[in-house]
């Protein structure tokens, strides 16, 4: 690639970035330390996070995010630690089939997921009456699980949902190990234990602390499951809540950037621990340690780890199915009727078949904006020589460390009438463009990491010879470039797709008319309505969680590496 080419490039992204990332998350900073006078003008105030940290209801909502944030980090790295050192050492029976069964939490929002476990966890919940026919419950007395344990549920389903990432961060951490060290030490007399707390965690922890930054800042600002289990004493549903008054209440504004300031000091540790590692210098090992073949029992003991780590996290889909087909389901272990009426309901309602279709739109509209800016990025990182192009790479990859949550707040506030990006609300108040663009900068980083990996595994030497013979940059670009990263580039692309589709934050946020709700709004405000409004939002779910179920396996087939999806 030339060199002013590239230049051109870089400087068009960093634009893009700072216009559509960096400028969003810094306003929603700047509002929460800026107080306007009644003339227009304004000064900088610490008085928003006075009244934030002077209020109990919002100490507690921080508190409880952070809590929940820590405690559903640790929840997920006791499933997926063991997960990944056993799948890494030892061999046993349908260790491949199993090793993808335990991704299978991904194929579902959590927050869709919540509908289901709220079903069985209910008072009168398929749990209870599971409980009341074994004779450990009263059937006058029946304990509300929700009411009691909302914090303890959120947990569990943040773990359930979350342990992939952190599970595929660890095998990838595990599999770069070199076994040496490890057989240098049996061979020394080191005990399985120490060698475990002495070597392999410690050279283990970079894939730790990249996977649990991201558990703990998905968890610490997610927002879906605290509303579907209507828990409101946690901060991103109290700056939910708030998003109403925003022109005349600055406190969401100081929430928010609490939010954010909390998420970029956990990113930037991880970081920094990565960066300290031993790890991350020592070379690649020549050689790779060999599965150990366990006795019959103890193999059928780790295959039974992985299968029950499988069925307990399917709990929450099949939760969502049977809602979708429950006819009648109260106080049943499974419902007493069942019926596929919901389905076909789901697509006669006027918010269900418009918001399939505005999510479509929305979301294919996005990936093909994130694949233009996603391919010229990897070209510049993987083809051109520039001394900053590693950092543009991990530029583009800080979607993956700043909350949902807070870039769609900033987005919200920006698009109000007067403020900078109000060009992207169209007629009648449609945020088209507004979502489109926020999707496309969250999902960005799939694109370029698949597509960096395609250009690395490509040669070279035929895009230099194209160019010998007189081909221009956009045509070899087109011709030879694209079709040999081809399935890269379909594999990010289903993947930035699938995960717009359904998209939590922006879509409950930025989507304030029914007419231009997309697939996630209509599930949450399908919760909302009386009658059968919880099966048509299970059935618009197990939809949801078919298709994200193709598109992965998609992915997956076009060559998507499971240990690169969630890289920082």
């Known amino acids: 690639m030339k060199r002013g080419t590239a230049i051109t490039i870089s400087i068009i992204v960093s634009v893009l970035f700072a216009v559509f990332f960096i400028y969003p998350a810094g306003m929603v900073v700047k509002q929460a330390f800026e107080v306007t006078r009644p003339d227009g003008s304004s000064h900088f105030t610490f008085e928003f996070f006075s009244a934030v940290f002077g209020n109990p209801i919002y100490r507690e909502g921080l508190w409880n995010a952070f809590t929940l944030g820590i405690v559903s980090t640790f929840a997920t790295l006791a499933i997926a630690f063991p997960l990944a050192l056993i799948g890494h050492r030892y061999e046993f029976p349908g260790k491949s089939i199993l090793g993808v069964l335990v991704l299978a939490p991904m194929i579902l929002p959590p927050f869709v997921g919540a509908v289901g476990v709220k079903q069985m966890l209910g008072v009168n919940g398929s749990f209870n009456a599971f409980l009341i026919d074994c004779g450990l419950m009263q059937a006058a007395l029946p304990f509300d699980w929700l009411a009691n344990g909302r914090f303890t549920g959120i947990v569990l389903m943040n773990a359930l949902h979350l342990y992939p990432i952190l599970y595929m961060?660890?095998?990838?951490?595990?599999?770069?190990?070199?076994?040496?060290?490890?057989?240098?030490?049996?061979?020394?007399?080191?005990?399985?234990?120490?060698?475990?707390?002495?070597?392999?965690?410690?050279?283990?922890?970079?894939?730790?602390?990249?996977?649990?930054?991201?558990?703990?800042?998905?968890?610490?600002?997610e927002l879906g499951v605290p509303l579907v289990f209507d828990f409101a004493r946690v901060a991103p549903v109290q700056i939910f809540d708030g998003l109403k008054g925003l022109d005349k209440n600055p406190i969401p504004y100081a929430l928010t950037a609490i939010l954010l300031v909390v998420a970029a000091g956990v990113f930037a540790i991880s970081k920094f621990v990565m960066g300290r590692s031993p790890l991350g210098t020592a070379p690649r090992p020549k050689a790779r340690s060999a599965a150990l073949v366990l006795s019959p029992l103890k193999s059928a003991a780790c295959s039974g780890f992985f299968l029950a780590i499988f069925l307990v996290a399917s709990i929450p889909h099949l939760g969502v199915i049977l809602l979708s087909l429950a006819g009648r389901w109260y106080g049943t272990v499974i419902p007493d009727v069942f019926t596929l009426r919901h389905y076909t309901e789901a697509l006669g309602n006027g918010l269900v078949v418009p918001s399939i279709q505005n999510s479509l739109m929305y979301a294919g509209c996005a990936t093909l904006l994130a694949l233009a800016i996603g391919l010229a990025v990897a070209w510049v990182v993987v083809r051109s020589d520039l001394k900053f192009r590693n950092t543009l790479d991990a530029i583009v990859m800080l979607p993956l460390a700043v909350p949902g949550l807070v870039m769609?707040?900033?987005?919200?506030?920006?698009?109000?009438?007067?403020?900078?990006?109000?060009?992207?609300?169209?007629?009648?108040?449609?945020?088209?463009?507004?979502?489109?663009?926020?999707?496309?900068?969250?999902?960005?980083?799939?694109?370029?990491?698949?597509?960096?990996?395609?250009?690395?595994?490509?040669?070279?030497?035929?895009?230099?010879?194209?160019?010998?013979?007189?081909?221009?940059?956009?045509?070899?670009?087109?011709?030879?470039?694209?079709?040999?990263?081809?399935?890269?580039?379909?594999?990010?692309?289903?993947?930035?797709?699938?995960?717009?589709?359904?998209?939590?934050?922006?879509?409950?946020?930025?989507?304030?008319?029914?007419?231009?709700?997309?697939?996630?709004?209509?599930?949450?405000?399908?919760?909302?309505?009386?009658?059968?409004?919880?099966?048509?939002?299970?059935?618009?779910?197990?939809?949801?969680?078919?298709?994200?179920?193709?598109?992965?396996?998609?992915?997956?087939?076009?060559?998507?590496?499971?240990?690169?999806?969630?890289?920082?």
């Open 169 to 221: 961060n660890i095998a990838a951490a595990l599999a770069n190990l070199d076994p040496a060290m490890e057989q240098a030490a049996e061979n020394l007399g080191c005990p399985p234990w120490k060698r475990f707390f002495r070597i392999t965690l410690p050279l283990a922890m970079p894939g730790v602390f990249a996977g649990a930054s991201i558990v703990f800042i998905w968890a610490f600002t």
């Open 408 to 568: 769609a707040f900033g987005y919200l506030a920006l698009s109000q009438e007067g403020k900078a990006f109000h060009f992207l609300v169209g007629a009648g108040g449609s945020p088209f463009l507004l979502i489109v663009v926020a999707y496309a900068f969250r999902r960005l980083p799939y694109i370029v990491r698949s597509a960096v990996a395609g250009l690395q595994q490509s040669n070279p030497v035929l895009e230099e010879a194209a160019n010998s013979l007189g081909a221009t940059p956009l045509r070899t670009l087109r011709r030879v470039a694209i079709p040999l990263i081809g399935a890269n580039l379909a594999a990010g692309s289903i993947l930035a797709f699938a995960f717009a589709m359904l998209e939590v934050s922006d879509s409950l946020i930025l989507a304030q008319q029914a007419q231009h709700y997309p697939i996630t709004k209509a599930i949450y405000t399908l919760l909302g309505t009386l009658g059968n409004g919880t099966e048509l939002a299970a059935a618009l779910g197990v939809w949801a969680m078919v298709f994200l179920s193709v598109a992965i396996m998609g992915a997956a087939v076009l060559g998507g590496k499971r240990g690169g999806l969630f890289k920082v």
